[in-house]
C-alpha cells in the first residue's frame, strides 16, 4: 500500500531533474575492475580494494592485517583463525582503531550454518558510578573522552580467545606470533603518522604514550618506523600463556596500578572478572534474506533491522532507476526514525530493558508510515514498540575485518579503542594503547558523546555494565541460509547508517560490494537533526535533498566499511573501503 503510494509519487513532480532522465552517478556507472584475482586491485583512486577468488578472502584496513589473514589460511587455518590473526595485527599497525586494549564484538558462521554472537565489549569497572563524570553536578565530558576514568576493562583478548578455542583450528600462539614479530622490528608508519600528529597534544599529556608515539617529542612522518617492543613482548607472553596473563596476570596488574596512580578506577578485581560473552544473534527479513546482526550491547544489529524493516515498504530498486535522490531521502527518514529509538531505549540489555518490539514488522511499519517522498518530516521523540512492558531482549575510530572460506567459515567482526587511541594514554611496560570507552555510556540525560550521540537510563553507567555500542558486523544469508554478503564498519554511529547503505546496495540496487562501499553515503543520527552528506554526493541530489527541507551539510568522509559478497558462482568477493588504505586480498 504504501509502496504504492511512493511510486505514485515518485512517478509525479521530481524536484530538481526530470523523471527517467536523472544522471546516473559516475560511479554506478563504472564497470568492475576486469581483473582482480587474488591480489589488491584498485583501478581508481576512489575504488575500493577488491579482490575475488574461490579459496579465501579478507578485508581489513591495513595490508599488513590482510596478508597476515592470508598466510594463515595458506598454513591451513580458517576464517576464525585468519580473522584473530588479523586482528592481533591490527593493533599493531593500526593501534589508534583498535587493538588488545579495546573491544569488539565478532559474529562468526560455522559450516554447518550456526551463528555465534561473541560480545568483546569493554565493560565498567566495580567502582563506577552514575555520576562519576560530574562535576558540582556538571557533565565533564573530557574526563570520559581522555585519561584514566574513560577506560573500561577491555574485552578484545577474551573475545579472540574464546573465538579460537571454540570455533578456529590452528595453535593459539600461531595466531599471535606474526603481530608480535612486526611489533618488535617495526613498520613505516604510513597514515598512522597523520593521526598520530592529529592527537599530539593530548598524546604527549602521557609520558608513556609521549615515549613512543612521539620520541624526543618529535611528530613522525609517513616514512618513520615505528618500533614498539613492549607490545610485542605482551603479544608474546600472551601467545605462550593465553588470557591469564592479561586478566590475572601481570598485564591486568601493570594497567590498574598505572590507572589508579593517574586517578582512575579499575582494579585487578575487574580484569580477573571479566569474560566475553556469548549472545544470541539478531536474525531479522529483509527482501527474502535473513539479515544476522548484533544484539545489546551493539546498537547496531537492531538499527540496522529497524531501518530494513521500514525500508521494505518501499521498492528501492524501482524508485533509485527513477530517481536516485529518493533513495538517499529514504534512507535519511529512516535513519532519523531509528536513531530517536536508540537515544531513549538502548542499552546493555543485561542491565537494562529493551524491547523486542522494536524490530517488531508491523512497529516498523507504524514508524516508516509519516514518511512522504517530497519533503522530510521531524521526529519529534522515540516510537512506543509493542509489549515495551514485558518482551525484552534477553541476553574513524574502530575499524571492521571480514574473513571467510570455501568451507563455510565466515567472521564478520568489528573491534574498536573508541576514539583515536582511546583514552591516549599506554599503560608502561605493556605498548597497550587503553581505551577510552567509558564515553559510549550517557553521562548525563542529553549531554553528547564525542559523537554527538545523546542517551538516556538505559545507557546509564553501572558497575559491571557495557557501554552502548555503534558497532554492526552483519552477515546477509538467502533463504536457502547460504551467505550472501557480510558487512560493517568504522565510525561511530556512521558504522550502523553505513551498513545499511551497503545492504541496500547490494541487495536491493544489485550492486557488487566493492562499489557499494565505495559509493558516496549519507548519515542522519536524529540529534543533530541535520543530514550528513558526502561531499563527492551528486549536486543534483544534494539540491534535491536541500528541496525536501533536510539540514544537509557536507563532509568527507562517513565511516570505514568492508564487505564479503558470495557471487553465486563459487566465487567470494572481498572489498575494503577506499576512504581508507585497506586491502582485500583472495585466492
Ligand atoms: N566506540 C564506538 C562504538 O562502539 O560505537
Redesign the pocket.
Known amino acids: 500500500m504504501l509502496r504504492r503510494s511512493f511510486l505514485q509519487q515518485t512517478t509525479a513532480a521530481v524536484v530538481g531533474t526530470t523523471l527517467g532522465s536523472f544522471a546516473t552517478p559516475s560511479w554506478a556507472k563504472r564497470p568492475l575492475p576486469a581483473e582482480r584475482h587474488g591480489r589488491a586491485h584498485r583501478l581508481f583512486p576512489s575504488d575500493a580494494s577488491a579482490a575475488s577468488g574461490s579459496k579465501f578472502a579478507v578485508a581489513t584496513v591495513h595490508e599488513l592485517a590482510s596478508r597476515t589473514a592470508l598466510d594463515i589460511f595458506r598454513a591451513g587455518g580458517n576464517a576464525v583463525d585468519a580473522a584473530v590473526a588479523a586482528s592481533c595485527m591490527l593493533s599493531v599497525v593500526d593501534g589508534h582503531n583498535s587493538g588488545i586494549g579495546g573491544?569488539c564484538f565478532a559474529l562468526v558462521r560455522a559450516p554447518d550454518g550456526q551463528i555465534t554472537a561473541i560480545d568483546g565489549?569493554e565493560q565498567a569497572g566495580a567502582a563506577a558510578t552514575p555520576d562519576m563524570f560530574l562535576r558540582d553536578g556538571q557533565p565533564q565530558p573530557k574526563w570520559s573522552q581522555t585519561g584514566p576514568l574513560a577506560v573500561g576493562v577491555p574485552g578484545q583478548i577474551a573475545a579472540l580467545q574464546r573465538m579460537s578455542k571454540q570455533l578456529g583450528r590452528l595453535p593459539w600462539r600461531d595466531l599471535l606470533l606474526p603481530a608480535a614479530e612486526v611489533a618488535d622490528r617495526g613498520f613505516l608508519m604510513g597514515r598512522l603518522a597523520k593521526v598520530v600528529a592529529a592527537n599530539a597534544g593530548e598524546l604527549s599529556q602521557f609520558p608513556e604514550s609521549q615515549r613512543i608515539l612521539l620520541p624526543g617529542g618529535k611528530v613522525p612522518t609517513a616514512k618513520t618506523l615505528l618500533r614498539q617492543p613492549e607490545l610485542a613482548e605482551t603479544l608474546r607472553q600472551i601467545a605462550e600463556q593465553g588470557g591469564e596473563y592479561f586478566y590475572r596476570g601481570p598485564i591486568a596488574q601493570q594497567i590498574a596500578t598505572h590507572l589508579q596512580a593517574a586517578g582512575g578506577i579499575l582494579t585487578t578485581d575487574d580484569f580477573a572478572g571479566y569474560e566475553a560473552k556469548l549472545r544470541t544473534p539478531l536474525t531479522t527479513q529483509y527482501r527474502g534474506h535473513r539479515v544476522v546482526g548484533f544484539p545489546p550491547p551493539?546498537?547496531?544489529g537492531i538499527h540496522v533491522a529497524q531501518m530494513l524493516g521500514m525500508l521494505e515498504l518501499f521498492d528501492l530498486r524501482q524508485v533509485f532507476q527513477r530517481d536516485p535522490a529518493s533513495v538517499y531521502h529514504l534512507w535519511l527518514e529512516v535513519m532519523q526514525r531509528a536513531m530517536a529509538d536508540r537515544a531513549h531505549w538502548l542499552g546493555d540489555a543485561d542491565y537494562t530493558q529493551v524491547p523486542r518490539g522494536l524490530v517488531d514488522p508491523g512497529y516498523l511499519f507504524q514508524l516508516a508510515a509519516d514518511i512522504q517522498y517530497g519533503q522530510t518530516r521531524p521526529v519529534n521523540g522515540h516510537g512506543l514498540p509493542p509489549e515495551a512492558e514485558s518482551q525484552f531482549f534477553g541476553d574513524k575510530?574502530?575499524t571492521h575485518l571480514t574473513t571467510a572460506d570455501h568451507e563455510g567459515w565466515v567472521v564478520a567482526m568489528?573491534q574498536?579503542?573508541?576514539?583515536s587511541f582511546g583514552s591516549k594514554m599506554i599503560a608502561p611496560g605493556t605498548g597497550i594503547v587503553l581505551?577510552n570507552?567509558m564515553?559510549?555510556f550517557s553521562i548525563a540525560p542529553g549531554v553528547a558523546n564525542a559523537?554527538g550521540?545523546i542517551g538516556a537510563q538505559a545507557n546509564a553507567i553501572a558497575p559491571g555494565k557495557r557501554?552502548?555500542?555503534?558497532?554492526s558486523p552483519t552477515i546477509v544469508l538467502n533463504a536457502d541460509n547460504q551467505p550472501v554478503l557480510t558487512c560493517g564498519a568504522a565510525g561511530?554511529?556512521r558504522?550502523i547508517t553505513t551498513t545499511l547503505q551497503a545492504i541496500c546496495r547490494v541487495v536491493d540496487l544489485g550492486q557488487p560490494i566493492d562499489q557499494a562501499i565505495a559509493a558516496p553515503r549519507v548519515h542522519q543520527q536524529w540529534r543533530p537533526a541535520e543530514a550528513l552528506i558526502e561531499s563527492n554526493l551528486d549536486e543534483t541530489i544534494k539540491s534535491s535533498l536541500e528541496q525536501r527541507g533536510h539540514q544537509v551539510r557536507a563532509t568527507g568522509s562517513l565511516a570505514v566499511a568492508q564487505g564479503l559478497q558470495w557471487l553465486g558462482d563459487g566465487q567470494l568477493l572481498a572489498a575494503a573501503d577506499p576512504r581508507a588504505s585497506g586491502t582485500a586480498l583472495a585466492e
Request: glycine share 12%.
Open positions: 573491544g565489549r551493539s546498537s547496531g575510530h574502530t568489528t574498536t579503542v573508541n576514539t581505551n570507552e564515553d559510549d559523537f550521540l557501554p552502548l555500542s555503534s558497532m561511530g554511529p558504522i
